[in-house]
């Protein structure tokens, strides 16, 4: 009985460890076509799907990828252009939605760069200012509304020497808010402005980039000044300006390759007939999180 267990658990351990190795093949097979399209310029596709929660909008089911191509198969340089995006619902019956395009074009002479986003989703409003975003509670009476925003962002940058870049900006959002509590109804902000808002602007972006891989960087810096008029004359119900300056900057740690420290200074600055939806605001899904 002992030799036949014996035999057993030697049997069980060889069937283990045969498994393993034939996943840790695949595995490596997997890695070596996906290596040797990355090196011919092929299209990757990658899918990520999963559960989330916020404390807003509570249970989150979304689905996104990422996909990366070369816009010139023979150019060995050029860095891989992507595209990612992603579409969740929520439990409070919320529908989210995002793309991200960003591409080098001719050596990297030229990037195009487009945002898209959307939502409709139960909101929160506290107001304008430090003041009313400490004093005013949260409940259903004072915050609450349901808010539907969409932006396009396109932006295309030419390169004018070694890391500088130079090139305009559009910008296309609006804002819809509705379901409104008696809190929200009464903030003055929001009467001046009212619940529906569409707001066109066109600016130009200064650039300077180093950062080995912009979508992934692990050393490098970024300095971004982008200005932007907001008006009539492309439909805007409000006329206001935006000065937006973002500084990034990648410092290898040590001598192991990619380990990074990463720091950043953002200033958003508005002036004008500001639309509170269109206010500098922190907790977007665009600043650095942790």
């Known amino acids: ?3 036949i ?21 695949r595995a490596a097979r997997k890695d070596s076509v996906k290596a040797a399209k990355i090196e011919a310029g092929e299209g990757i596709l990658s899918l990520l799907g999963g559960p989330g929660y916020t404390p807003e909008l509570k249970l989150i089911i979304a689905m996104g990828g990422l996909y990366t191509f070369k816009t010139n198969k023979e150019d060995s340089l050029i ?18 939605g995002r793309a991200i395009l960003t591409s080098y074009w001719k050596q990297d002479k030229i990037r ?12 929160k409003y506290w107001g304008v200012g430090y003041n009313n975003g400490l004093n005013t509670p949260k409940s259903d009476s004072t915050t609450a509304y349901d808010r539907l925003y969409w932006q396009v962002f396109p932006r295309i940058l030419f390169r004018v020497k070694e890391d500088f870049y130079i090139g305009p900006v559009l910008d296309f959002n609006y804002t819809k808010g509705s379901e409104e509590s008696p809190g ?22 200064l650039q300077y980039d180093s950062r080995d891989i912009p979508v992934n ?5 970024l300095v971004q ?34 380990q990074t420290f990463a720091w950043t200074i953002r200033g958003r600055f508005t002036t004008g007939d500001v639309p509170y939806a269109e206010m500098s605001q922190l907790g977007t899904p665009t600043d650095l999180r942790g």
Request: hydrophobic share 35%.
């Open 225 to 258: 000044v982008m200005g932007t008029i907001y008006g009539n004359y492309l439909g805007s119900n409000n006329n206001y300006y935006l000065l937006d300056i973002d500084f990034r900057n990648y410092q290898q740690v040590g001598k192991t390759e990619g």
């Open 5 to 25: 267990l014996l035999v057993l658990v030697i049997s069980l351990a060889f069937n283990s460890e045969l498994g393993a190795q034939k996943k840790h093949d």
């Open 217 to 221: 960087a692990y050393h490098g810096t």
């Open 1 to 3: 009985m002992r030799i």
């Open 112 to 123: 195009l760069l487009s945002n898209i986003n959307f939502k409709t989703i139960p909101d």
């Open 79 to 96: 860095q891989r252009s992507s595209v990612n995006g992603s579409f969740g619902v929520t439990s409070t019956g919320g529908i989210t």
């Open 184 to 205: 929200v109804l009464a903030d003055p902000d929001y009467q001046e402005y009212g619940p529906k808002n569409y707001n066109g602007g066109a600016g130009i972006i």
